[in-house]
């Protein structure tokens, strides 16, 4: 390891070094002061290539790396003054020289100045010309992304913006598969984009954009070279494994049409070697775009899954998974006032996991050891449908429905040790989990601008889910102690019903008022409204096939539940000097029933929910933001059914009907420095959290068994984290960070009658460095330390990590991944090391369609990974297998 190191190291010093000076100085305007963010890039005369590029900081200053002995075509522009060209020829000494621009420019100048710069910033735009950080290798968007100075793709192929994630990816303008990126990063050929601009302060409603505070939101569009546009382009790949996995294959046709008027994209991905499109867990995530309408009511009731803790994915890695996947996303322009759009996504995939783990309760020390292998299939479908209506810039219409439905089935057969006061007995237990959930959610709005003073927003919300998760265990001993069991069979064969349905309704009217072109008040008057039903049942599969239904009161449930929320809310935003403030409240009447076992509760009480936002502009790309918010938590049904739920054949749940709300205050301050100068990227945030009267789980353990119900503690639970950032770009071709997080978390319950807190304190640490060559091996290497520390135990994963990407030949692209992993914990009783190495050379001839690629993934052939998981009673150490050495040949014809 120390040895590929010392290599990326040496390789990364040696294309480091060329002969080559400085050229700095000053833009001005004609009254000598300094212009920010002014455009300047330097043309080599004789190559007709952009050799360096830069933008002036807010004192004005440039400074730009030159080959010595050259003569240069030096460019400068900036917003709404005339460009201007200067000539400059190098010898061996550094260059300092002042340029002063005069008056109004000519804008068609600026904007082919701008075109050919790799960095622009218009407004709260900044544009990136892919072209200039592409080095031949990139093929998917989320390759040219990685290489943008202030970009980051996450391991979930989240998009992130100065810490920022990116909620929007559009193509063209038109939306992307709406509510997700991870599509877009991982399908977009990277070949076919011509500039990555990135929308900050986003706000889909131009109606409201400045009346509200958009800081936080972040989107990017993807402009498309001309050769791309009004016609049909895409490809179409498929391959098989090599020698003795000739069963392996992947097929995977994409295509993609973009014009004014309207857009499709298909997407369909075939295979068994381990590549997930849409993972369940993306699939839950999903949101279609849809927002949290009522983030600054001050009130957040939560709608909770009955998903059965179907087995995820971790890291995207399983013992097998296979695959079957297709998606289609549209938009279409009847008219110039009327746009329509949707999706159709579909997957099937069949997945094996094999897993050991250790939990531990931190209580009493005992222990529960298990070897479990299952096998799931996951069958999910989303569809969307959005209409937009625009007549005029006054008044603007939109409607949007989201469907989910999917089909779930797990089977898992273990094998458990569990070790109660140094006692050791093993029993091997089956399990099935079966859900086909449907979700329906509708959204529409309604803008109005009546005049410059006066806009109106009406917006409504509805969410319709029906869940049925049914829950099977086969055990050799019996768990639990229910009312009507019958004892002495030679299996516990235990199952359970469940019917959860769900019809949520928001809806809010806002009213801003503009007091002065730098102040609007706005008055919202809105509502929440839920009714759910719960319906459970746990009955006792005999010997003999023959059911004992357990029709006890306390094995089921049939539960009614209805919460009521009206608010009225004030805010009130002024921008001063630098200063934006935004102070408001809202006032709240609440209305709550539950009505089961043949009674109702009832609840209904009012108050007063603060909220305040400061944002300080230290300079054009110098913020610092700062967010205070007091809000009311709910619970929804599930926690207030009285009857015993199996949470799973060792965990028995009881909910209380008489749950009061809780209450958070969260404070959350937030720096931002972005300095295009030298593309130095500065981002910290940190947030804390109070939870008074929390809702929180009285656990009684039996051994290894848990029968826990909630209750509202007294005692507050508190959680900080932080995050922080910095990078920066280095003479054009090498680009740096620093990135440091953490989470501390405090929890008060009740563990066998006494009270415990626990704590869990999470950090993570990452360095690393890379280089952008067109012609020169390009690297990236870095280290990353993360420390997971919970009440008793520490565990650490040090992962140095490298990767080498070479275009050569005009034809040939090199690409290697390597990561290596020493997993283990305070006391060394765990301690494992365990690396992954992949690569793939590609042969594409210049100007030729086909492409053919030897990809090999898991090269060193690992077999599992290690991961740990903390809950407020307990932890859990896990060892998972992944795929083997897979060795693959395809070939690609691009259209």
């Known amino acids: 390891m120390n040895k590929i190191l010392f290599l990326s190291a040496l390789l990364f010093a040696s294309v480091s070094f060329s002969q080559s000076l400085r050229f700095d100085g000053f833009i001005q305007d004609e009254q000598k002061n300094p212009l920010e963010m002014a455009n300047i890039m330097a043309v080599n005369n004789t190559t007709k290539a952009m050799d360096s590029y830069g933008i002036t900081n807010d004192k004005g200053k440039f400074q730009l790396t030159l080959k010595s002995n050259t003569s240069y075509t030096i460019k400068v522009s900036y917003l709404g003054m005339k460009s201007k060209e200067i000539a400059v020829v190098t010898k061996a000494e550094n260059i300092t020289q002042n340029i002063v621009l005069d008056g109004a420019g000519i804008e068609l100048e600026d904007v082919e100045i701008v075109r050919e710069m790799p960095v622009s910033i218009k407004g709260d735009t900044i544009v990136y010309n892919a072209d200039s950080f592409k080095s031949g290798t990139e093929k998917k968007l989320e390759d040219v992304l990685k290489k943008l100075p202030g970009v980051e793709v996450n391991a979930d192929g989240e998009i992130e913006v100065e810490g920022k994630k990116v909620s929007k990816l559009m193509v063209e303008g038109k939306d992307f598969f709406d509510g997700d990126t991870k599509l877009g990063v991982k399908n977009i050929p990277a070949d076919a984009i011509d500039k990555v601009q990135v929308l900050r302060n986003y706000n889909e409603i131009s109606a409201l954009k400045g009346l509200e505070n958009d800081q936080e939101n972040v989107a990017m569009n993807i402009k498309l070279k001309e050769g791309k546009k009004n016609f049909w382009f895409g490809e179409a790949t498929a391959g098989i494994g090599v020698a003795e996995l000739d069963s392996r294959y992947i097929i995977n046709p994409k295509l993609f049409y973009y014009s004014p008027e309207y857009s499709i994209n298909l997407i369909t991905n075939f295979n068994n070697i381990g590549e997930l499109p849409l993972t369940a867990q993306d699939y839950f995530k999903f949101t279609g775009g849809f927002k ?91 569809f969307k449908l959005s209409s937009s209506y625009k007549p005029n810039s006054k008044f603007q219409f939109d409607y949007d429905v989201l469907t989910k439905i999917s089909k779930q089935d797990e089977d898992t057969d273990l094998l458990r040790e569990s070790v109660v006061n140094n006692i050791s ?73 469940r019917f959860v349905k769900t019809n949520k309704l928001d809806a809010k009217l806002d009213y801003y008022y503009m007091v002065t072109p730098k102040s609007n008040f706005n008055i919202t008057l809105g509502n929440t409204y839920s009714y759910q039903n719960f319906n459970s049942h746990i009955f006792q599969i005999l010997d003999n096939g023959n059911v004992n239904d357990l029709n006890t009161a306390e094995n089921n449930n049939d539960v009614d539940y209805s919460f009521d929320d009206v608010f009225l809310g004030f805010h009130y935003k002024i921008l001063t000097g630098k200063f934006t403030l935004t102070p408001g409240f809202s006032v709240h009447s609440y209305s709550m029933k539950n009505v089961q076992s043949g009674t109702d509760y009832s609840q209904s009480f009012t108050k007063i929910l603060p909220d305040f936002f400061a944002l300080y502009q230290i300079k054009k790309s110098e913020t610092l933001t700062y967010n205070f918010s007091l809000t009311n938590d709910f619970t929804d049904i599930n926690q207030l059914a009285a009857g015993y739920v199996l949470s799973d054949y060792s965990s028995l749940f009881r909910g209380n009907r008489f749950l009061e709300n809780a209450t958070s205050q969260v404070h959350s301050l937030r720096y931002f420095k972005y300095n295009m100068f030298n593309f130095e990227n500065i981002f910290a945030n940190a947030s804390y959290t109070k939870k008074v009267d929390a809702i929180k789980t009285k656990a009684e353990f039996t051994g290894i068994n848990q029968s826990s119900s909630p209750y509202n503690s007294n005692l507050a639970d508190e959680t900080f984290s932080g995050l922080g950032n910095y990078g920066r770009s280095f003479l054009k071709n090498y680009k740096a960070s620093v990135n440091a997080s953490f989470n501390w978390s405090k929890f008060n319950n009740i563990q066998n009658n006494k009270l415990a807190t626990t704590e869990s304190f999470v950090q993570s640490y990452t360095v690393r460095a890379s280089t952008n060559y067109k012609n020169f091996p390009n690297i990236e290497f870095g280290y990353n330390a ?62 030729s369609k086909w492409e053919y690629k030897v990809s090999a993934t898991n090269l060193l052939n690992t077999t599992y990974l290690n991961d740990d998981s903390f809950s407020q009673f307990s932890t859990r150490v896990s060892q998972y297998t992944v795929q083997p050495r897979y060795i693959i040949f395809s070939m690609k014809y691009n259209l």
Do not use: C
């Open 292 to 382: 949290n309408m009522m983030k600054k009511g001050g009130s957040f009731f939560n709608i909770s899954s009955n998903d059965l803790g179907i087995s995820v994915l971790r890291n995207n890695r399983a013992k097998e998974i296979e695959t079957k996947f297709g998606a289609a996303n549209f938009s279409y322009s009847p008219t110039k006032q009327w746009n329509l759009s949707g999706f159709g996504i579909l997957s099937a995939s069949k997945t094996d996991l094999e897993t050991k783990s250790q939990t531990t309760i931190l209580d009493s020390g005992d222990q529960q050891k298990r070897d479990e292998l299952t096998h799931q299939k996951n069958n999910l479908g989303l």
């Open 425 to 497: 007995a093993v029993e091997t237990i089956l399990t099935g989990k079966k859900q086909d959930p449907t979700s329906v959610n509708q959204n529409l709005s309604l803008y109005y601008t009546q005049s410059s003073k006066n806009v109106f927003a009406f917006e409504m919300q509805h969410l319709y889910q029906d869940e049925n998760p049914f829950y099977n265990a086969d055990l050799q001993s019996q768990p639990f102690n229910f009312s009507g069991y019958i004892s002495g069979q030679n299996r516990n064969d235990l199952n359970q019903n």
């Open 786 to 847: 993360l420390i997971n520390k919970y009440s008793g135990s520490t565990y650490y994963t040090d992962k140095p990590f490298a990767r080498l990407d070479y275009y050569f030949l005009d034809s040939f692209s090199f690409v290697s991944e390597y990561e290596f992993y020493h997993y283990y914990n305070g006391n060394k009783t765990v301690d494992n090391e365990y690396d992954f190495l992949s690569a793939s050379l590609i042969y594409q001839k210049k100007n």
